[in-house]
């Protein structure tokens, strides 16, 4: 059983640029969520996402984004990077959501230079 | 207030001991309780989940939960040199569709 894929594993990018992460997670879960991972704050919680609905939403400003599709894959989207937005992302899923736990992905570590 | 909170380490064991992590809750209606273990450069696994009060085992691994102290503990039994890691204590409030991580307590078993 293949598990959550991210996609890419690492990326660069320039301040101000904009950038989408990839998250396919394991067939039949149809939750999705997204969180940051960083040495400071730990693990915050982005979006979570069922059955192509954002059911919440953390405390992150408006340039960060996602979306789930209807065959549950979800991407992320940050947009007017700023150098504070280097972290590892991980994408999360689960059959029906934070309740059943959940299996992570390997994240996408992203560096703003 | 922190939503979820750790002890703070971090811990070393030596091999074959007991080590006891411990997770505080801020959240009352809190319903679900997880312990992940990460280790480094590695993303989080899923390694206990509980949801009513006691105790349950896991192998060498044990979790506690106590609701009406909002608390959760894990012990690891045996402690093995693969048991060092970073350990993380993760709630979901039921209704709020996320889960709150707290900072992590890193283990770590000297043999």
């Known amino acids: 059983k293949a598990g959550v894929t991210q996609t890419p594993r690492y990326l660069i990018k320039t301040r101000g640029q904009q950038v989408t992460l990839s998250c396919s997670p394991i067939s039949g879960h149809r939750s999705v969520s997204w969180y940051q991972q960083t040495p400071g704050q730990g693990l915050q919680f982005l979006f979570e996402y069922f059955s192509e609905t954002q059911r919440n939403k953390g405390n992150f400003p408006g340039r960060f984004s996602g979306r789930q599709f209807s065959n549950s894959r979800s991407e992320m989207n940050v947009s007017t990077l700023e150098l504070g937005d280097s972290a590892l992302y991980l994408c999360?899923?689960?059959?029906?959501?934070?309740?059943?736990?959940?299996?992570f992905g390997s994240g996408t570590r992203l560096t703003v230079v | 207030q922190k939503e979820v909170e750790q002890n703070s380490g971090p811990l070393s064991v030596p091999e074959g001991a007991i080590a006891s992590l411990n997770c505080t809750y801020s959240?009352?209606?809190?319903?679900?309780f997880f312990w992940y273990r990460q280790y480094s450069g590695k993303s989080p696994e899923l390694i206990m989940s509980?949801?009513?009060?006691g105790d349950k085992e896991d192998g060498r691994f044990t979790a506690q939960l106590n609701k009406a102290s909002q608390y959760v503990s894990l012990l690891i039994r045996d402690s093995q040199p693969s048991d060092s890691a970073t350990y993380l204590c993760a709630v979901n409030g039921g209704s709020d569709y996320k889960l709150s991580f707290g900072a992590g307590t890193t283990v770590t078993v000297r043999a």
């Open positions: 959240d009352r209606g809190s319903q679900s």
């Open positions: 509980i949801y009513s009060n």
């Open positions: 999360a899923s689960s059959y029906s959501g934070p309740r059943s736990g959940y299996t």
